[in-house]
């Protein structure tokens, strides 16, 4: 790097450090920079009930039966990422801190994790991100990590992209869920097509899978979704998912499996929130997100509602209240959860 640059990239980031906003961006040449960014966020949560999630930190799509009365602090969904951009070609890291390791007697430690590692070259990409099958825009804003993820295509992992406007294929990582994965050899097949304007967006996809079982079976899986977030009046907008067919892994966080024996489960999801504004700085989400599934007979509930508040535009506060219910193990359970974070 030639001495100009370096004296770019110094006063970049002092002049960064002196800024309360302490995401930035680095040029470092007209073709070359760095971003960085994340966020920080505690978590205050109590839940009361006769079901508890299996991550004891918030809702995914199944929880441990038996009787809780629990309050806890965390901060593990605090974050960091950086992006390197050299011309066409983008690359991104993102780690947070749900990796576990730790324990609440002494240190509380928790270990990173990695959760996007990719690169991105004009109309590919390749690396570790969200799913083709996910349009995240049409997750629901909550202080409980993502909302309804009982109901949501919600799936991070390896994979080679193609984007060719609106339209994405891709093949991923395969993974036969409750089966025999080390006779995967098949990648899983995605595409999606991407409606968007002024009045938001809409995406279509399909996913085809060749599933493995213990049994020592191969059995076919198709699925497919329809996700969106429409804008309706002023700074409103709705938040929709559904979807159907042999989805397993790919929606509801272990809501549905892959398999159940030696059988493709198939199942029906579906996702809606509304978030209204207050004013400009108070807005309220409500959502409601139901899976069930045809052979292990599963179906799960969770269902919320919150406000939040932004104090300046990086630090914000939220309060949630919600309940998760595991109709087939007649068990559910109430929450609360007040959250704080700080956007660099």
């Known amino acids: 790097m030639k001495t100009s640059n370096k004296s770019l990239l110094v006063a970049g980031i002092l002049a960064a450090s002196s800024q309360a ?7 470092i040449t007209d073709k070359d920079s760095l971003t960085f960014g994340g966020y920080i966020k505690l978590d205050a949560r109590y839940v009361d009930g006769n079901v508890n999630s299996i991550t004891n930190d918030y809702w995914v799509g199944a929880g441990n039966v038996g009787d809780i009365s629990r309050f806890s602090f965390r901060a593990t969904e605090t974050r960091f990422n950086t992006k390197y951009v050299h011309g066409d070609i983008t690359g991104f890291i993102e780690m947070d801190f749900h990796g576990g390791g730790g324990n609440e007697i002494v240190s509380n430690s928790s270990n990173p994790r990695i959760r996007h590692a990719f690169i991105k070259y004009k109309d590919f990409l390749v690396g570790q991100t969200w799913s083709t099958f996910v349009n995240t825009s049409a997750l629901a804003e909550a202080a409980d ?7 949501v ?11 060719y406007g609106g339209l994405q294929v891709a093949i991923e990582n395969p993974e036969s869920d409750r089966g025999d994965s080390s006779q995967d050899s098949v990648p899983d097949v995605i595409a999606k097509y991407t409606f968007s304007g002024d009045w938001g967006n809409v995406t279509v996809a399909g996913l085809a899978r060749q599933l493995n079982t213990v049994g020592g079976n191969s059995e076919s899986a198709f699925g497919y979704g329809i996700a969106g977030k429409v804008k309706t009046f002023g700074r409103d907008d709705i938040r ?4 159907g067919g042999e989805t397993g892994r790919y929606v509801g966080v272990v809501a549905a499996r892959d398999l159940v024996g030696e059988e493709v489960e198939e199942s029906t999801s579906f996702m809606v929130a509304y978030r209204h504004f207050w004013v400009d700085d ?32 990086q630090l914000s506060w939220g309060f949630e209240v919600g309940n998760f219910e595991q109709k087939d193990s007649n068990a559910d359970s109430d929450y609360a959860q007040f959250s704080v974070k700080y956007v660099l």
Do not use: C, M
Not at 153 to 163: L, N
Not at 288 to 296: C, N, Q
């Open 240 to 243: 929709f998912q559904f979807h």
């Open 153 to 163: 295509a919600f799936i991070r992992q390896g994979q080679i992209r193609y984007t």
């Open 145 to 151: 990590f993502a909302g309804p993820l009982n109901s």
């Open 21 to 27: 906003n302490a995401g930035f961006e680095i040029k």
């Open 282 to 313: 108070y807005r309220t989400n409500v959502f409601y997100g139901k899976t069930t599934t045809d052979v292990a007979d599963a179906k799960r509930i969770h269902w919320g509602i919150n406000i939040f508040n932004n104090f300046t535009k």
